[in-house]
């Protein structure tokens, strides 16, 4: 258990680091956390509350599809991330080199946090709980799931950060989406029985 949530922590390190330099260089990436980062741009709140609001309706759907245990942990997986990416905000101090090479590092941390937080038992909510759902329901790779639904994200992004940081702001996407979707092993807890056969009765 102690291994379990060391890992999720670290994991949750790594993307919101991620995140943040793609913050640095006006980068985007998909899911929620593209969501909230386009949001900045809009509203002078902070990354972490948008993050939070805009995953609270996914809740609904974790909560009666893959069981209150995996939410919950999900949840607490919000709150950190949601945490740790505002207090990198006051550490972290602005700087910048090459986009390419920003996007490409920081699709690796987002791809090995994510992954990190995924394949011990939670998620960080919104497109990654329904990437593990129809990966669960269906079979289908929850990489590339997450893929599509970032770059349908990113094409609304070009009218915020501009079609060159878009197209930059792939890469990150590409590498991210390879990583979960390459290294990955049963993201639900096995005690999720009732779920697991609600799942099969559906």
Not at 1 to 26: C, D, R, V, W, Y
Not at 49 to 68: D, T
Not at 96 to 121: E, K, Q, R, W, Y
């Given at each position: 258990?102690?291994?379990?949530?060391?890992s999720?922590?670290?994991?949750?390190?790594?993307?919101?680091?991620?995140?943040?330099?793609l913050?640095?260089?006006?980068?985007?990436?998909?899911?929620?956390?593209?969501?909230?980062?386009?949001?900045?741009?809009?509203?002078?709140?902070?990354?972490?509350?948008?993050?939070?609001?805009?995953?609270?309706?996914?809740?609904?759907?974790?909560?009666?599809q893959?069981?209150?245990w995996?939410?919950?942990?999900?949840?607490?997986?919000?709150?950190?991330?949601?945490?740790?990416?505002?207090?990198?905000?006051?550490?972290?101090?602005?700087?910048?080199?090459?986009?390419?090479?920003?996007?490409?590092?920081?699709?690796?941390?987002?791809?090995?946090?994510?992954?990190?937080?995924?394949?011990?038992?939670?998620?960080?909510?919104?497109?990654?709980?329904?990437?593990?759902f129809?990966?669960?329901?269906?079979?289908l790779?929850?990489?590339?799931?997450?893929?599509?639904?970032?770059?349908?994200?990113?094409?609304?992004?070009?009218?915020?950060?501009?079609?060159?940081n878009?197209?930059?702001?792939?890469?990150?996407?590409?590498?991210?989406?390879?990583?979960?979707?390459?290294?990955?092993?049963?993201?639900?807890?096995?005690?999720?029985?009732?779920?697991?056969v609600?799942?099969?009765?559906?």
């Amino acid at each position: 258990m102690a291994n379990k949530i060391f890992s999720i922590l670290f994991g949750l390190f790594l993307t919101a680091l991620g995140i943040k330099l793609l913050t640095l260089h006006m980068l985007t990436f998909g899911g929620t956390a593209g969501i909230a980062t386009i949001l900045t741009l809009l509203f002078p709140i902070s990354w972490g509350l948008l993050f939070f609001l805009v995953n609270l309706p996914f809740f609904l759907i974790s909560f009666q599809q893959m069981g209150k245990w995996f939410t919950i942990s999900s949840f607490v997986s919000i709150i950190g991330i949601s945490v740790i990416r505002d207090a990198l905000d006051m550490i972290v101090p602005a700087f910048t080199f090459n986009p390419v090479i920003a996007a490409a590092v920081a699709g690796l941390f987002i791809g090995v946090g994510v992954s990190l937080v995924l394949n011990n038992g939670s998620s960080l909510g919104g497109i990654h709980i329904l990437a593990l759902f129809l990966d669960k329901k269906l079979g289908l790779n929850r990489g590339l799931c997450i893929f599509i639904f970032d770059l349908l994200i990113l094409i609304a992004a070009i009218f915020l950060v501009g079609l060159q940081n878009a197209i930059v702001s792939t890469i990150s996407i590409v590498i991210a989406s390879y990583i979960i979707g390459r290294y990955k092993t049963s993201p639900i807890p096995e005690v999720e029985v009732s779920t697991d056969v609600q799942l099969q009765d559906a």
